[in-house]
């Protein structure tokens, strides 16, 4: 599609039309919100991927003798220990940079089984109506009369906590946003003619699903995966504040705020440095995706 | 006319857009003026700037849109000077009204049809709430509407289309406005609507001694309606003159391959002279004809220089060719007869429809009982191989659901649809797909956007298995060919192409399983007219090299002149006449196919010739604005 011929300043009107991915290029160039967004969620997921190296100190080793260290700017903190120790004398950038790892997994693995769940639902939901529909809309009913949290608590109680497990729970809880959205959007894309065509041709409801339907969903997806990266985040926090979440001495943020709560008023940077992180991560997803929803929507409206 | 007063003029009106690609100027020194009771056509495809001109007149424009004019006056008063809260306050809606495209959407759904009428003119025009009611109803009365007091208290989803149009007309007139501007005011509508709405508009307009800008793409409503005419294109007006020369006596070459696009019915069908290209987005300045990318008569120095304004006092129009040598030209319209030779019908038909039912049960409300809404109601017909079939009806008559159960995308209450002979629903789908496809009215969403053109057209081969990467590329290319896509389009996405070009698309996709039927249903109705007789020659090329057979639904009668052997008349779900396209639009012998023919707006000053059945009953019928269950 490269611009080979100048010769036809007027004829190449009908192809020189920008095609909508350097549009959306155009847009995104433009947009400092999903910059800004994808910077520091891209940063983080560095920092994740190859925090061994970055790590100054082993993120397990304790050290007694330098339990509570304040972190560098403050009177008695020192170099080795940029932003301090905990309660245990473990290096607390190198805690918050591990914690990174379980935040971003967790994110990203929750999201992922949300976006299956809720994706699947929504799209049969939305292109085969009647009773399909009458019994996902009473799941998604049941789902959003549940209190997520306590549901949480209980299922991670019964199962015993691990990584895997709360990320298993917690993208079993976070679904419907991604059904709300692809069930009202497949239901539009049902009645566009392109469908019609795909099954005068003799195409298969499979085949009409996977092809016609859900290319269609992408960018609305990509969006709500970016938001529930964030909730997911938040989900996991919580959940190892309370103690049911991440179990010690894994290094979680969430975990790491609980930890430090005892001594909020002595140390504060113990739940400040933990909280400025997980609230940089989730601003992040947030930003990333408002303005993924700018940068594609356009082109979704044809 | 000469001594009427001048209510509007306009002079070397701008309207400049900044787009992300560069300044596009979609309108470029416009001017003309409009006398007392006078009517102005604007006339243009697509992309001409014909509703930017109006919206520019009325500052609805969007806001990237800038306006710069030489002078607007109304009634010798400047308007450009005048601020926007000025003009909302004393102009737009008191001296000027505007009747927009879309009755569905004009109208407020959450207010009364009294309050929205009465609003304005209680608020600005310091009547009284009962005078302003009292002329609220005399006003629905005199468009029309059944019960105008009644109606008052109604809400417009209580109206149909046609009813909303007239509501909007009459609240364009509460304020007795001295100009109307009317976008597309029937577009939207059927024609037997329409040709009542373009009658009352015309009826009220002499009555009231308005003038009236109608902004359209139709040439025949034009001709039915307006005194002079503004022909655009590319942002300029190209001529300009009494309706009637104009358009008995095009000089500009574009009016001149615009009127050849048109169908007429006064003649057997000849291959429509169509302008080739589309319409092309002109970026920046442009000091070069802005018609000579698509000219048949280009000459170099079109692409250098601007033409020149030719004007006699009476008309004008901008070229560099002499009326005489513009006369001497061939002209633009081939004479060709096209009508397919008769069609043998002994046989098996192609595609039979037998005492077809559809019946859709409606619920009106929570606790009301249903309903049941008989949609297609008996139908039968058989089309046999080679012929091309029209259904020709109005919103609602039941022709699209039919076409659905015919492609087996719904199926038949009662009786049932047989294709070669075999029950159509029972027919395996990819084996169905090879015989019939369907082509869709909306290129807009008959393609699936997140697709490249190749992909779209290869598809049907990649559903049924055939062929590998290689030979199917081969095969789009030369489908491609056939339906006269470059190939250099194969990369594109949908919305990076027109609506004609996205047609052919649609069409190449259609044929490349080589089917023998093709259903369209409103295959040209969303496109300009020059895109149309593209896409008919299309389609009467294609018959004529590999034996398609068409069934075409329209509600368009000249189009069904155009292309179709054999045609049957929908009502109400049910077929009200049948037969041999002359038979039935020359000698029509069912009440409601007279309606649909005298409705057909008259074009060219040689009125489509219905012989009547016995005198006195041609007279044109103003029965209700509703047709059909909507």
Redesign the interface.
């Known amino acids: 599609?490269s611009i080979t011929s100048s010769s036809h300043t007027?004829?190449s009107?009908?192809?020189g039309?920008?095609?909508?991915r350097s549009?959306m290029v155009?847009r995104a160039r433009g947009h400092l919100g999903f910059i800004a967004g994808a910077a520091i969620v891209l940063t983080l997921i560095l920092v994740a991927l190859f925090a061994p190296l970055l790590a100054p100190h082993d993120p397990f080793a304790q050290s007694l003798a330098n339990r509570l260290l304040p972190p560098v700017w403050e009177d008695g903190g020192r170099w080795e220990y940029l932003l301090g120790t905990d309660q245990v004398g473990r290096d607390y950038l190198s805690r918050l940079i591990y914690g990174a790892r379980v935040s971003l997994m967790i994110g990203f693995g929750a999201a992922m089984i949300g976006m299956v769940i809720g994706v699947a639902l929504g799209i049969c939901a939305g292109y085969f109506g009647g009773w399909v529909d009458h019994v996902v809309s009473f799941f998604l009913t049941a789902q959003l009369a549940l209190p997520g949290i306590l549901l949480a608590m209980a299922l991670v109680f019964i199962i015993g906590p691990s990584l895997w497990v709360v990320i298993g729970i917690i993208g079993v809880l976070h679904w419907t946003y991604f059904l709300v959205v692809t069930r009202s959007a497949t239901q539009r894309l049902k009645s566009?003619?392109?469908v019609?065509?795909?099954?005068?041709?003799?195409?298969s409801r499979w085949?009409i699903l996977r092809?016609?339907i859900l290319?269609?969903l992408?960018n609305q997806i990509i969006v709500i995966f970016t938001f529930e990266l964030g909730i997911s985040i938040l989900a996991e926090s919580a959940l190892s504040f309370l103690g049911v979440g991440i179990q010690p001495p894994t290094p979680s943020w969430g975990l790491m705020i609980a930890e430090g709560k005892q001594a909020l008023f002595f140390r504060p940077w113990l739940v400040i440095l933990p909280g400025a992180f997980l609230f940089l991560l989730v601003i992040g997803a947030n930003l990333l995706g408002d303005g993924l929803r700018d940068v594609t929507s356009p082109?979704g409206r044809? | 006319m000469s001594e009427a007063r001048t209510i509007l003029s306009v002079e070397d009106l701008e309207v400049i857009l900044d787009t992300?690609?560069g300044q596009l100027k979609a309108v470029r020194g416009t001017s003309f003026d409009l006398k007392a009771g006078e009517a102005i056509g604007i006339v243009g495809e697509s992309g001409s700037g014909k509703s930017m001109t109006a919206l520019a007149l009325m500052r609805l424009l969007p806001r990237i849109a800038r306006t710069r004019a030489g002078s607007i006056t109304l009634d010798d008063r400047s308007l450009v000077a005048l601020s926007d809260g000025e003009f909302a306050r004393s102009i737009s809606g008191r001296k000027i009204s505007m009747i927009f495209q879309e009755p569905m959407t004009s109208l407020n759904p959450v207010y009364t049809i009294g309050r929205q009428m009465t609003e304005t003119v209680v608020r600005f025009s310091g009547l009284s709430r009962s005078a302003a009611r009292k002329r609220a109803i005399e006003l629905l009365d005199r468009v029309r509407i059944p019960d105008p007091a009644g109606r008052m208290h109604q809400y417009p989803h209580q109206l149909s289309g046609g009813q909303r149009q007239r509501v909007m007309i009459a609240m364009a007139l509460m304020s007795e406005p001295e100009l109307i501007v009317a976008d597309e005011p029937t577009t939207a509508l059927d024609v037997t609507v329409q040709a009542q709405i373009m009658e009352l508009l015309a009826e009220l307009r002499r009555e009231f001694g308005m003038a009236m800008m109608l902004i359209t793409h139709d040439l025949a409503v034009v001709a039915a309606t307006v005194d002079k005419v503004a022909v655009m294109y590319g942002g300029e007006v190209v001529e300009s003159g009494p309706c009637r020369d104009i358009l008995t006596e095009p000089r500009h070459p574009y009016t001149r391959g615009l009127l050849a696009c048109v169908p007429k019915m006064d003649h057997a069908p000849t291959r429509l002279g169509a302008i080739p290209?589309?319409v092309?987005?002109l970026l920046g300045n442009v000091d070069y004809c802005v018609f000579?990318?698509r000219c048949a008569q280009v000459r170099p120095q079109c692409r250098t220089a601007k033409p020149p304004v030719r004007d006699d006092g009476h008309r004008s129009y901008k070229c560099i060719l002499s009326t005489a040598e513009i006369n001497a030209l061939p002209a633009a319209q081939p004479d060709e007869a096209i009508r397919a030779s008769k069609i043998e019908r002994g046989g098996q038909p192609l595609l039979e429809a037998r005492n077809v039912h559809k019946v859709y049960q409606v619920k009106r409300g929570l606790f009301s009982r249903r309903t049941a809404l008989h949609a297609l109601d008996d139908v039968s017909f058989a089309i046999h191989p080679g012929e091309t079939f029209a259904l020709v009806g109005e919103s609602g008559s039941g022709k699209s659901t039919l076409a659905?159960i015919l492609?087996?995308?719904e199926t038949a209450d009662k009786g049932e649809a047989r294709l070669s002979g075999r029950i159509v629903s029972r027919v395996?789908?990819?084996?169905?797909?090879?015989l019939?496809?369907?082509i869709?009215?909306?290129p807009?969403?008959?393609?699936?956007?997140?697709?490249t053109i190749a992909r779209i057209i290869a598809?049907?081969l990649e559903?049924?298995d055939i062929g590998d990467a290689t030979s199917r590329r081969k095969a789009v290319a030369s489908v491609m060919e056939r339906v006269g896509l470059?190939e250099?389009?194969m990369?594109?996405?949908?919305?990076?192409?027109?609506g004609g070009?996205r047609q052919r698309v649609?069409i190449a996709?259609a044929l490349i399983?080589k089917p023998a039927l093709l259903v369209c249903d409103e295959p040209t109705s969303a496109l300009d007219v020059s895109v149309q007789a593209q896409i008919l020659n299309l389609m009467t090329d294609l018959q004529r090299d590999l034996g398609l057979t068409y069934l075409l639904i329209t509600h368009n009668i000249a189009v069904v002149h155009q292309v179709a052997t054999r045609v049957a008349v929908m009502n109400k779900g049910q077929i009200v006449e049948v037969g041999e396209v002359d038979q039935v639009l020359r000698r029509p012998r069912h009440d409601y196919t007279r309606l649909l023919l005298s409705s057909v707006p008259e074009f060219d000053n040689s009125p489509f010739q219905v012989e009547p059945l016995h005198s006195g009953s041609r007279e044109r019928s103003t029965v209700g604005g509703r047709v059909g269950p909507s």
């Open positions: 599609m007027i004829a009107n009908e192809a039309a920008p095609s909508p549009l155009q566009q003619d392109f019609a065509a795909a099954s005068a041709m003799g195409a085949q092809t016609e290319p269609n992408t082109e044809n | 992300p690609a290209g589309i092309p987005a000579s990318s659905r492609l087996g995308l395996d789908p990819r084996e169905r797909a090879r019939m496809q369907p869709f009215q909306d807009y969403s008959s393609l699936n956007p997140r697709h598809r049907p559903i049924h470059p250099r389009v990369n594109n996405y949908p919305s990076q192409m027109s070009q649609a996709r399983m």
